[in-house]
């Protein structure tokens, strides 16, 4: 009987360890961006661009919870669905960008959710902001450029002082963590249990 219980216990640890890396294969991402246009007026574009850095796996980046003064008019290049007045989907097979007329003035943020592969190259979101002739506003070409790295985890730089970058993903652990945790505690307490028999 020990020997079933000792082959079970193996089997449900190897099923947990199973899943734990199935569900690593694709890395989710999740950031809040703030940018400040409190220094400028008038309407101009806040430009989104997503890019792959060399022969990068395929990844998305989701953009929703937009807040701020988005006025309409639209300049996709690129694959990007949606736009920001409600959810924006870029790919990265395409480098895509999305340039949405704003008004500026005021503060403007949204939610940003990567999934990429856990291997190959990397992918990199820009966040920029132009006049309605497109000319640069900002001391520097990007706000700010989150870079993702298979592997080596994720990279937020921030240029411009309007721009802040928060991450969301490290205080919400993943379903396969739960499940792996939880599991290595039952399998604990089933130990402590057999040897107190």
């Known amino acids: 009987m020990t020997n079933i219980t000792s082959l079970l216990s193996r089997l449900v640890l190897a099923l947990t360890l199973a899943t734990g890396a199935g569900a690593a294969m694709a890395v989710p991402a999740s950031y809040h961006v703030t940018l400040d246009t409190s220094a400028f007026s008038g309407d101009g574009y806040l430009d989104l661009g ?88 900002l001391s520097t070409d990007f706000a700010a450029v989150i870079t993702l790295f298979p592997g080596d985890g994720v990279s937020v730089t921030t240029f411009d002082q309007a721009a802040t970058v928060t991450d969301l993903s490290a205080a919400v652990p993943e379903p396969g963590q739960w499940l792996m945790m939880a599991t290595g505690l039952l399998l604990l307490g089933a130990m402590a249990r057999r040897r107190s028999m």
């Open 50 to 137: 997503f890019n792959a850095l060399g022969s990068s796996d395929a990844a998305t980046a989701v953009v929703s919870n937009v807040t701020g003064a988005v006025t309409g008019g639209t300049n996709i290049v690129g694959i990007v669905n949606g736009d920001l007045t409600s959810t924006a989907t870029f790919l990265n097979t395409d480098d895509g960008d999305l340039a949405q007329l704003v008004h500026l003035g005021g503060l403007f943020s949204f939610d940003v959710l990567f999934d990429f592969a856990s291997t190959g190259s990397g992918s990199s979101f820009a966040v920029s902001l132009f006049d309605t002739a497109f000319n640069n506003l």
